[in-house]
């Protein structure tokens, strides 16, 4: 057994906003094939494609109407086929986004579910009579009202935790846990090597439908403060998915969207006939702030001492503001997200990057009426949504498509990004790009634990084997004495303040 993925770097496609091949403005599985030279040479060890399935896109494609197809869309099985066999030629190993927690309701399954209350599919979902007028308890959607939609013809009312035209799978039914089974097995057989699982904790709902605790907090996850969910249930389906992928031979994971602000909470789906790994957004959501960054790490390290698991970084995704845009923005805000990028690679365990992240793109500021997120749209802006972050890759110089597509690219690419193209930053030797690739290059020879070094207020200074990581976050500028293998601004003698080295 291989156990590549521990300090493997994953590269997070956003399927629509990477590359389109045929001119509809919208990315791709042969515009991923077209482009996995890109990725070889940046140096990434995997890919996560994100929903590819045929889905009506009430979420772009995190509504599922059927699990073991391609959505015309993005292409045809034969691509996807020809894309894992490509990629596997190259030496990128390729994980699947898989959608338990909800279907769309135009999945055949829902249809025929609120077509007749008596159908069998009917059980495959969270049906249930009211209270009073009212929906059955007071669970709210994460994105706005109520997580109940009633079905005017039975009068009963349908869970969905997020959109109502995501309905909740309801996972006590066994055939939910078959069919996944079988899903899983599918892709698998394909040649698949693994699976990011969306809403990973959510999957079983506390049957009771006991109210929340109102007023429900203003967190950053609802996991955090929900009951209902992170139930004792969910740890049985993931222990047999470990058995399941662990009869291929090809050595598949399984990395969970286990989120809670609390990363002890992630241990239990850690144990080590569950989950390979889990997003540990502890940095992500960290200011640039050096005792908050380390605070991040040793709490994240802490949390899984008693797993084999090893904690994973993420700093970006398709869900968040980008990086450069968090840390403020302009020349101080990448200046900071290239320290962070540093950083990042030098911390003992699997990274996620998201696509663009290499790039340095900043969040982009949509006009409202080409914001698609139903973030956007349900709560009426009160939350702006994640459109932003999910802008079409600029690949070569020239708007309006920039080599992402040869029509009009379906969120438009700012005329700036001219700047930032994939093509300017390869010709550069100080862009962005060119400190990932030289960081990605080195990767491999950061080993062993990490090790810190005391340093002064303001900065992280540690050990990964003979390779030393100094982040000056804002401190005074730091005296550097060893040979600078990488940095990520130009150096004189001192590490200035916003700007992080990797020594020897
Ligand atoms: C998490 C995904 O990352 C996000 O994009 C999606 O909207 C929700 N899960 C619901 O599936």
Redesign the pocket.
């Known amino acids: 057994m291989s156990e590549w993925w521990r300090d493997a770097v994953f590269y997070e496609i956003y399927v629509r906003s990477f590359a389109d091949s045929d001119g509809d403005g919208v990315g791709d599985l042969a515009g991923i094939r077209a482009h996995l030279p890109y990725l070889r040479e940046l140096g990434v060890d995997a890919i996560w494609l994100?929903p590819f399935y045929p889905s009506p896109g009430a979420?772009?494609g995190?509504?599922v109407s059927d699990y073991s197809d391609v959505d015309p869309l993005f292409g045809t099985l034969d691509d996807f086929d020809a894309l894992v066999h490509d990629a596997h030629a190259l030496d990128l190993r390729v994980i699947a986004d898989i959608?338990p927690?909800?279907s769309s309701n135009r999945h055949p399954w829902f249809e025929n579910a609120l077509a007749d209350p008596s159908h069998p599919d009917r059980a495959r979902y969270v049906f249930r009579p009211g209270r009073g007028d009212g929906p059955p308890n007071n669970w709210p959607s994460n994105w706005g009202g109520p997580a109940w939609t009633k079905d005017e013809a039975s009068g009963e009312w349908y869970l969905h935790l997020?959109a109502p035209e995501?309905p909740d799978l309801d996972w006590h039914t066994k055939q939910v846990r078959d069919d996944f089974d079988e899903i899983l097995r599918f892709w698998l057989d394909r040649g698949i090597d693994g699976f990011r699982i969306?809403?990973a904790a959510a999957l079983y709902k506390d049957a009771t439908l006991a109210d929340e605790i109102e007023p429900f907090p203003a967190s950053k996850f609802s996991t955090d403060w929900r009951k209902a969910v992170d139930q004792p249930e969910v740890h049985d389906v993931y222990r047999s998915w470990r058995r399941l992928v662990g009869e291929y031979d090809n050595d598949p994971v399984l990395v969970g969207?286990v989120v809670f602000s609390d990363p002890t909470r992630m241990t239990p789906y850690l144990r080590n006939d569950e989950l390979h790994m889990a997003f540990n957004f502890t940095l992500l959501f960290q200011p640039w702030d050096a005792d908050g960054i380390r605070d991040a790490i040793d709490t994240s390290r802490a949390a899984l001492g008693e797993v084999d698991a090893p904690p994973t970084w993420v700093l970006e995704?398709?869900?968040v503001t980008r990086l450069p845009t968090r840390y403020g923005g302009g020349v101080e805000g990448l200046r900071r997200a290239r320290a962070a990028a540093l950083l990042l690679l030098a911390l003992p365990g699997p990274v996620y990057l998201y696509q663009g992240q290499e790039l340095g793109l900043e969040e982009v500021d949509l006009p409202d009426e080409v914001r698609q997120d139903?973030?956007f749209h349900r709560m009426k802006g009160e939350r702006i949504g994640?459109d932003g972050c999910r802008v079409p890759l600029p690949w070569e110089n020239g708007p309006p498509g920039f080599g992402f597509t040869t029509g009009a690219p379906w969120l438009p690419i700012p005329d700036a990004w001219d700047a930032k193209t994939v093509e300017r930053q390869r010709a550069d030797e100080r862009s962005t790009l060119s400190l990932y690739r030289a960081a990605l290059a080195l990767h491999d020879e950061l080993r062993g634990d990490l090790a810190w070094h005391e340093s002064p207020p303001g900065t992280l200074v540690f050990d990964r084997g003979d390779i030393v990581c100094a982040v000056n976050v804002d401190g005074a500028p730091l005296a550097l004495d060893r040979t600078v293998l990488l940095a990520s601004e130009p150096l004189d003698d001192l590490l200035p303040p916003g700007a992080a080295a990797w020594l020897r």
């Open positions: 994100t979420d772009h995190y509504d959608v927690n909800h997020f995501q969306d809403v969207e995704n398709h869900d139903p973030i994640r």
